[in-house]
């Protein structure tokens, strides 16, 4: 089952701090919008500077990546790294 989140109020710094956590992660995000498929994870992605939104649309974690993480605790991880910079969730 495939996750969506849409977060607000994320500044340009807070898109890069969280693009070079999760490129730690084995995660590359190519600009600011476009498909991650790597390690089992696959999601896309659109980030807008001028409304500070950031949408992952379609995230699923499968093999290897599920061995270590799933959707919810991804996302988890996300929305910590996102917060910490001022940004939040939108419900």
Same mark, same amino acid.
């Given at each position: 089952m495939s996750k969506q989140v849409h977060f607000t109020s994320v500044?340009? =710094?807070a898109f890069n701090h969280l693009k070079d956590k999760l490129k730690q992660l084995g995660l590359t995000l190519q600009g600011n919008e476009g498909n991650i498929s =790597? $390690?089992?994870i696959?999601? $896309?992605y659109n980030y807008n500077s001028?409304?500070?939104s950031l949408q992952i649309n379609d995230l699923s974690v499968g093999f290897p990546a599920s061995m270590m993480v799933? =959707?919810?605790s991804l996302v988890?991880?996300?929305t910590q790294m996102v917060e910490e910079?001022?940004?939040r969730t939108v419900s």
């Open positions: 500044s340009p =710094e =790597e $390690k089992g696959n999601a $896309k001028d409304s500070q799933n =959707e919810n988890q991880r996300m910079y001022g940004g």
